[in-house]
């Protein structure tokens, strides 16, 4: 039986703090996934806003979500957050939850509504979790990477044959 080395010849993934460029565009409201592993070590992602604040993200869930079991049970997290303008480009960052706390008077969630949405989040009777997750590692792709641009969507491939006599 043959077995393959996955990880050789693959350059490590930069070490947190990131870059300006990365920065200025964490800030802005981009569509994000959240990845974790759930029971059995099963993966678990899941859409979510965001809040770049000091070289943190600040994520927010409802107290009843499964996903703070998970959380719980093992911090380890990955962030992809896409670029609105173009999803070939993203941001992915690695790292773990480094606090879960009550937000019993929905700032946390209100800082992030008011990022995405303009206006307080909606529902003040359902209970939150703030989490605040600090980033070990990350990677960029496609044009926040330095990477040419892609169309957004593929054209078909033309097939030429030849014919012999």
Request: glycine share 6%; with cysteine.
């Amino acid at each position: 039986m043959r077995t393959f080395d996955l990880t050789k010849g693959l350059s490590p993934m930069p070490r947190a703090p990131l870059p300006e460029h990365l920065v200025a565009a964490l800030v802005r409201p981009n569509p994000c996934v959240i990845a974790m592993l759930g029971r059995g070590g099963a993966p678990v992602s899941v859409a979510t806003w965001y809040l770049w604040a000091d070289g943190r993200v600040l994520v927010s869930m409802d107290a009843q979500r499964r996903r703070l079991d998970h959380l719980r049970a093992d911090p380890r997290v990955s962030l992809t957050v896409l670029d609105a303008a173009s999803w070939y480009s993203h941001i992915s960052l690695q790292g773990r939850i480094v606090s879960l706390t009550d937000d019993a008077d929905l700032a946390d969630i209100d800082r992030i509504s008011h990022h995405y949405m303009g206006m307080p989040y909606a529902d003040r009777e359902r209970l939150r979790v703030s989490g605040w997750i600090e980033i070990d590692t990350w990677h960029a792709w496609g044009a926040l990477a330095g990477q040419p641009a892609r169309a957004a969507s593929r054209s078909k491939a033309t097939v030429t044959t030849a014919s012999t006599p």
